[in-house]
């Protein structure tokens, strides 16, 4: 594993601005294969020689993103994602940064947590409510009778 310097000492301009299911929701996972003729195509580099392994990439099925949709949901979201990195040129290709998933990933869940307790609240207050409404109308059959 790799780690990236997390420290508040060296951390300036903090502020609570991340996305969370506003960007999440918009995601889009899918699985795909890698064409390797393409990405060489694509990026201009000179083709490497045929070895018995050059294509066993193109047999792995992934699990991910587009970084395109990616862009998409950040922009559409007003989100300024530092796990999308843009080509530069006609010949680069957009990255991601799968770790960068997880901050916008925990506020979503956050995001959730405060749904989840407000619908909580919300269905006690409920349950007393219905509650005393079946008492009275217990009461109310009684005095019927």
Same mark, same amino acid.
């Given at each position: 594993?790799?780690?990236?310097?997390?420290?508040?000492?060296?951390?300036?301009?903090?502020?609570?601005?991340?996305?969370?299911?506003?960007?999440?929701?918009?995601?889009?996972?899918?699985?795909?294969?890698?064409?390797?003729?393409?990405?060489?195509?694509?990026? +201009?580099? /000179?083709?490497?020689?045929?070895?018995? *392994?050059?294509?066993?990439?193109?047999?792995? @099925?992934?699990?991910?993103?587009? %970084?395109?949709?990616?862009?998409?949901?950040?922009?559409?979201?007003?989100?300024?994602?530092?796990?999308?990195?843009?080509?530069?040129?006609?010949?680069?290709?957009?990255?991601?940064?799968?770790?960068?998933?997880?901050?916008?990933?925990?506020? +979503?869940? /956050?995001?959730?947590?405060?749904?989840? *307790?407000?619908?909580?609240?919300?269905?006690? @207050?409920?349950?007393?409510?219905? %509650?005393?409404?079946?008492?009275?109308?217990?009461?109310?059959?009684?005095?019927?009778?």
């Amino acid at each position: 594993t790799w780690s990236t310097y997390s420290d508040a000492r060296v951390k300036t301009n903090i502020r609570e601005e991340v996305k969370g299911l506003e960007f999440i929701t918009r995601l889009h996972p899918v699985t795909y294969h890698r064409d390797v003729d393409r990405q060489t195509a694509l990026t +201009g580099n /000179q083709p490497v020689n045929f070895y018995p *392994e050059k294509y066993d990439i193109e047999k792995i @099925k992934f699990s991910g993103f587009l %970084a395109q949709e990616v862009e998409e949901a950040a922009n559409a979201s007003g989100y300024e994602f530092s796990g999308l990195t843009l080509p530069k040129n006609d010949h680069d290709l957009y990255t991601l940064s799968y770790e960068a998933f997880v901050v916008p990933l925990v506020k +979503g869940m /956050q995001e959730q947590q405060a749904m989840i *307790e407000e619908l909580q609240n919300t269905n006690a @207050k409920q349950a007393q409510l219905i %509650a005393a409404l079946e008492a009275r109308l217990s009461e109310l059959e009684k005095k019927v009778k």
